[in-house]
């Protein structure tokens, strides 16, 4: 103010659920020595006309009644704060509340108030009330880095009786993609399964299995026949295997026959050696090829395909469609975006017959491209695959040490073997393409 400065009305924090903007807002509260007044969005719509405006008023009046500088904390904004033409009716209570909170934060009375808002849907917000004299600081909370993670761990693990084998570095380094308060609920959970040890020590593999849970789900007790264990052994060893030897997919943390969850019998996890925030299409094809190699291991072994796959092929097809629709990764279609929802083209899009077909076309022939590595890879390996099933027979679950000593000859590709043909889908025609796209689609890790 002393340089001319006005300064921010409201600061809106986004990002998804569980970073910590909440948290971020009370520490920035304490830090200023200010008075800390939290709502949710949600707390001010009434059934009642002219409530939900009242309940804005009175919350401003009591921070301005506080005696000295206040932070209003409002969570969930978009309980309030959605466009308005989306709602429709200019009279509703909806919009008499949001109307008062944008009056109440127009910037003509002079207070020492600042209003914090988190959202985990800034794009639903009202332009008036995002605009710079308003909400005009807007800070990304996203998820934690490495280091970040390990510093929250540090949090959590106070008051925590860790074993001597316990290295925190490394379970951060276990957990990419967690939020804080997933972070939180690995370490309570790590120390509940200690105590039904009735063990006088947090220890490192309580922390391996709270991480599982928290990353794959929950083990679920199912009886499954002798034949169906050993189709879903062949299966995981397929992903596994293709995940060990490609070139550029990630090593295998973890592959077990154990169901996960309410749909998964049985799951690979792969984890980046280091944490990847753009992905190549070379890298893009080898997941694709991991998310094929169960049905390609099955059919190989088995002589049979099951329907256990099917999740399999959703993975695969969205990446496929993003490579060609939002990376830009084909010659036929060139660098051009076009609207896309995750499976599909995005409604209300004009889009001509031919360029459907032509990303039909050019989807089918990635899926075709993964599918020849996956086949290539399982077919030179079938021995191996054969004893990695053997031991997921005998012990359920395996690590990647394990797949070490099963696969002593690294991440060697083998050469090109004649595979089956896909039904639907084109030969494998080779091209000069893109390696780097801008941004990568969402994956959760889970292959099986």
């Known amino acids: ?10 600061v809106m924090l986004f990002g998804p659920p569980g ?37 804005i008023r009175a919350l401003f009046t009591k921070a301005r009644n506080s005696g000295g500088p206040a932070i209003i904390f409002i969570d969930e904004i978009d309980g309030i704060g959605k466009k308005r033409s989306e709602d429709g009716g200019g009279n509703s209570e909806y919009e008499l509340t949001l109307n008062a909170l944008l009056a109440e934060m127009d910037g003509f009375k002079k207070d020492n108030i600042v209003v914090i808002a988190a959202t985990n849907r800034p794009d639903m917000l009202d332009p008036a009330l995002t605009r710079g004299r308003r909400f005009g600081l807007k800070v990304p909370v996203g998820m934690p880095d490495v280091d970040g993670r390990e510093a929250i761990f540090k949090v959590h ?4 009786k860790l074993g001597p084998d316990v290295s925190l570095r490394k379970i951060a380094e276990q957990t ?31 922390f391996t299995r709270a991480v599982d849970r928290q990353m ?34 990630d090593p295998v943390r973890k592959v077990t026959i154990v169901p996960h969850g309410l749909n ?21 094809i080898d997941k694709i090829a991991v998310a094929l190699g169960g049905r390609a291991a099955e059919k190989l072994m088995t002589g049979e395909i099951y329907s256990g796959a099917s999740n399999d092929f959703e993975q695969a097809s969205r990446i496929a469609r993003y490579m ?28 001509s017959e031919e360029i459907r077909k032509k990303i039909d076309s050019e989807v089918d022939k990635i899926i075709a491209e993964g ?24 012990k359920e679950t395996l690590r990647g040490e394990d797949l070490d000593r099963l696969i002593p000859n690294g991440k060697k590709l083998p050469k090109p073997v004649e595979t089956p043909k896909v039904a639907g889908q084109p030969a494998e025609e080779k091209r000069d393409l893109p390696q780097d796209p801008p941004v990568a689609p969402v994956d959760d890790g889970k292959a099986g």
């Open 1 to 10: 103010r002393e340089l001319g400065a006005k300064g921010f009305k409201g």
């Open 19 to 55: 970073t910590g903007k909440t948290l971020l807002a009370k520490a920035v509260a304490n830090e200023a020595g200010a008075t800390f007044i939290s709502a949710n969005g949600s707390d001010f719509v009434n059934k009642y006309v002219g409530v939900g405006p009242d309940n």
């Open 157 to 160: 693990a106070q008051g925590m």
């Open 176 to 206: 990419p993609g967690l939020a804080g308060a997933d972070i939180a609920e690995v370490a309570n959970d790590a120390a509940m399964l200690a105590a039904a040890r009735k063990a006088s020590f947090v220890e490192a593999q309580d």
């Open 216 to 249: 794959m789900g929950h083990e679920r007790k199912l009886v499954m026949s002798k034949e169906e264990r050993s189709i879903v052994a062949h299966h995981e060893s397929g992903h596994a295997i293709v995940s060990h030897l490609a070139k550029n997919a």
């Open 264 to 284: 998964a019998l049985g799951l690979m996890q792969a984890m980046p050696e280091e944490e990847r925030h753009i992905q190549s299409r070379a890298w893009l």
């Open 324 to 351: 060609v629709m939002k990376f830009g990764m084909t010659e036929a279609l060139g660098m051009v975006s076009y609207d896309f929802d995750g499976e599909r083209p995005a409604a209300g899009r004009a889009m």
């Open 371 to 394: 599918w020849q590595k996956a086949w290539t890879i399982v077919t030179e390996n079938k021995a191996v695959i054969q004893a990695m099933h053997d031991e997921l027979i005998a």
